[in-house]
C-alpha cells in the first residue's frame, strides 16, 4: 500500500486543476504581454485567476502579484519593507520558514535591527511579549509572524497581531502559505499588509504563487525586467501555472467546509489510534481544534534507540510523512521549529499532514505500520 501523508510539503494535483492548465500548454500559449489574441487569451486567463484570488481575499485585483513561489513572496515583501518602506527592525519568531527567516537574517546583515518574540511550548506566540517589543521601540518596524506554523500546525491569532500592528504603526506581513485555500482571509476585517500564498499547498502546480500588497503601501519589484505583473514581477508570467493556481483556490473555496470536516476528522482519529496504539506517544504543537492546523498532526516519538529509522522504515512500508528532532549536539543539523519550542531532543518527531485524497484506511495502515515499530517486545524498529 501506498499512502501520501506529506501534504504540508506539497500536494496532489487535482485532476480538474490539470484539466484546466493542459489547454494553455498546447493550444493557447500566447505570451500575454502580445497584443494579438493570442496574447489576449493568455493575459484573461491570467486576470481570471487573479480574480480569484482577490475575491477569496476580498481585496482588490490590484493588491494581488503572481510569483514564482511562496518563498519569492516572502523574500520580496521582506527585502521590499527594508528597501522601500525604511523599515529598520523586523519582528519575527524563531520558528517561521526558511523563506522568511533567512530573509530577515539577510536583512539582518544590512544592518535592520531583529527581534524574535517569545513563544510557548507549544508554539503560540506570547502576545504580551509582542506588544512589550512594538512599545519599546518607535522605529519603522514589520511584524512578520506565519499564520500556521508547517512543522506543527499552531495557528497564530492574525486578529490580534493586526490590532497590535495598527496600534503601534507597524507593517503586518503573515506566511499564509499553509493557510491559503484552507481558512476563510479577509483583508478588509483583518487589516494586513502582506501575505504570501503558494499554489501547490492546495492542490494546485508547484512553482507558482502570490503576493497580497495592501493598497496603501508600494513596495518595488525584486526582479529587474519587463512591466509585467503591472511592474511588480518581471518576466514572461507562468500562465497555465496561475491558471492552475486559480482553479486549485476556486476548488479550495467551494468545497472549503466540507474538507476541513473531512481532514479534522482524519486528524484526531489518527491522533486517537496513535494513542490508543503506542504507549508514550504525544504530540507537538497545539492540540486544541481551534490552535492548530487541521491538516497537520506532528507526532512526538516516545524515546527509542532506533527512532532515527522510524522515517525510514515508513517509508519503505510505503507511508510518505516527514521527520524531525530538536538538535543533540550543535554538529546536528535538527529541526529549528522543534528547537524553537524546546522539544526533547531525545524524541523524534513525525509530521504527518492530511488531503482530502487520504483516507481512513490509509491511517489505518500508517498507524499499524508505526504502531508494530513501536511495540514489538525489543523494540526494534529496523525491519518491519
Ligand atoms: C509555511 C511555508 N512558507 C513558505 C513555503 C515555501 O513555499 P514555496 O515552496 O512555494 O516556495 C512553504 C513550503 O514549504 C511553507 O510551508
New binding site residues.
Given amino acids: 500500500m501506498k499512502v501520501y501523508l506529506d501534504n ?2 506539497t500536494t496532489q494535483l487535482d485532476a480538474q486543476v490539470l484539466e484546466e492548465m493542459m489547454p494553455y500548454l498546447t493550444e493557447f500559449y500566447g505570451n500575454p504581454s502580445s497584443i494579438h489574441s493570442y496574447g489576449r487569451k493568455a493575459k484573461s486567463a491570467i486576470e481570471k485567476a487573479r480574480k480569484v484570488v482577490a475575491k477569496y481575499l476580498d481585496a482588490s485585483c490590484s493588491e494581488v502579484f503572481f510569483t514564482g ?3 519569492e513572496a ?1 523574500n520580496m515583501i521582506i527585502k521590499g519593507a527594508v528597501r522601500d518602506l525604511g523599515v529598520t527592525r523586523i519582528i519575527s519568531s524563531a520558528i517561521e ?1 526558511h ?1 522568511v527567516l533567512h530573509s530577515v537574517e539577510a536583512m539582518q546583515k544590512t544592518g535592520v535591527k531583529v527581534d524574535f518574540v517569545k513563544l510557548d511550548a507549544v508554539g503560540h506566540v506570547d502576545y504580551s511579549h509582542l506588544e512589550e517589543l512594538l512599545k519599546s521601540d518607535n522605529s519603522k518596524t514589520l511584524v512578520s509572524l ?1 499564520h500556521a506554523n ?1 512543522e506543527i500546525g499552531t495557528l497564530l491569532d492574525l486578529y490580534r497581531v493586526s490590532d497590535l500592528c495598527k496600534q503601534y504603526g507597524a507593517y503586518f506581513h503573515s ?1 499564509t ?2 493557510t491559503i485555500g484552507y481558512y476563510p482571509l479577509d483583508v478588509q476585517q483583518l487589516k494586513i499588509h502582506f501575505l ?1 500564498g ?1 499554489a ?2 492546495f492542490h494546485g502546480p508547484k512553482g507558482v ?1 502570490f503576493v497580497y500588497i495592501n493598497n496603501e503601501v508600494t513596495v518595488k519589484p525584486l526582479l529587474d525586467g519587463g512591466s509585467q505583473e503591472r511592474n511588480m514581477r518581471a518576466g514572461t508570467e507562468n500562465v497555465f501555472s496561475i491558471v492552475g493556481l486559480g482553479k486549485a483556490l476556486e476548488l479550495a473555496i467551494e468545497k472549503m467546509d466540507e474538507n476541513r470536516a473531512y481532514l479534522s476528522e482524519l486528524k484526531s482519529y489518527m491522533a486517537s489510534q496513535l494513542k490508543a496504539a503506542i504507549p508514550g506517544i504525544k504530540f507537538n504543537g497545539d492540540q486544541t481544534e481551534s490552535g492548530a492546523n487541521y491538516k497537520v498532526l506532528s507526532v512526538s516519538l516516545p524515546p527509542n534507540e532506533k527512532a532515527e529509522l522510524t522515517l525510514f522504515n515508513l517509508d519503505i512500508a510505503g507511508v510518505a510523512a516527514s521527520g524531525g528532532s530538536a538538535c543533540t549536539s550543535g554538529s546536528e543539523k535538527g529541526s529549528h521549529v522543534l528547537e524553537g519550542i524546546n522539544a526533547d531532543p531525545q524524541r523524534k518527531a513525525i509530521r504527518f499532514s492530511f488531503s482530502k485524497y487520504n483516507t481512513k484506511e490509509e491511517i489505518n495502515y500508517a498507524v499499524a505500520t508505526l504502531a508494530k515499530m513501536f511495540t514489538r517486545a525489543d523494540t526494534k524498529v529496523d525491519a518491519i
Avoid: R
Wanted: proline share 0%; with cysteine.
Fill in positions: 504540508a510539503a513561489c511562496g518563498t516572502s520558514h523563506c506565519m508547517n506566511d502559505v499553509q504570501s503558494s501547490h499547498k504563487g
